[in-house]
């Protein structure tokens, strides 16, 4: 069974830091990327990141491009995402999933698996 299990959010103010973990099981972990997502209050899941597990390749939207990095620790099945520079508008509870491609924001669409119970993470002002 596909798992995955997202961690390390909280309330931080803005300017601040977080670092997401991603725990994942149930699947080949090296052969597929790990995208996180996030949905805010009233507005659409949408994704944030994704890592190939294969080959270290990453891909950001936009508007964390610069304050986001993902990284992948294939001996823990596990990815992260550290978030810098964090403002009120990142608050969202934060979700990863397995995906198979990385790349361009087409890997929103092909994740696997069922979703996790997320990760809240809330900006101050």
């Known amino acids: 069974e596909v798992q995955l299990v997202e961690s390390g959010g909280g309330l931080v103010q803005a300017g601040g830091s977080l670092r997401l973990s991603c725990a994942a099981s149930?699947?080949?972990?090296?052969?597929?990327?790990i995208g996180w997502f996030r949905q805010a209050p009233g507005k659409e899941r949408e994704g944030v990141s994704c890592?190939?597990?294969?080959?270290?390749?990453?891909y950001y939207v936009d508007s964390v491009k610069g304050r986001f990095t993902i990284s992948s620790d294939n001996a823990k099945n596990t990815v992260y995402l550290q978030m810098n520079s964090l403002k009120p508008e990142d608050t969202a509870v934060y979700y990863c999933a397995p995906t198979r491609i990385c790349g361009t924001y087409y890997f929103t669409r092909y994740t696997f698996g069922s979703w996790g119970q997320g990760t809240q993470v809330t900006v101050s002002s």
């Open positions: 890592i190939s597990s294969s080959d270290g390749s990453t």
């Open positions: 149930g699947f080949t972990f090296d052969t597929y990327a």
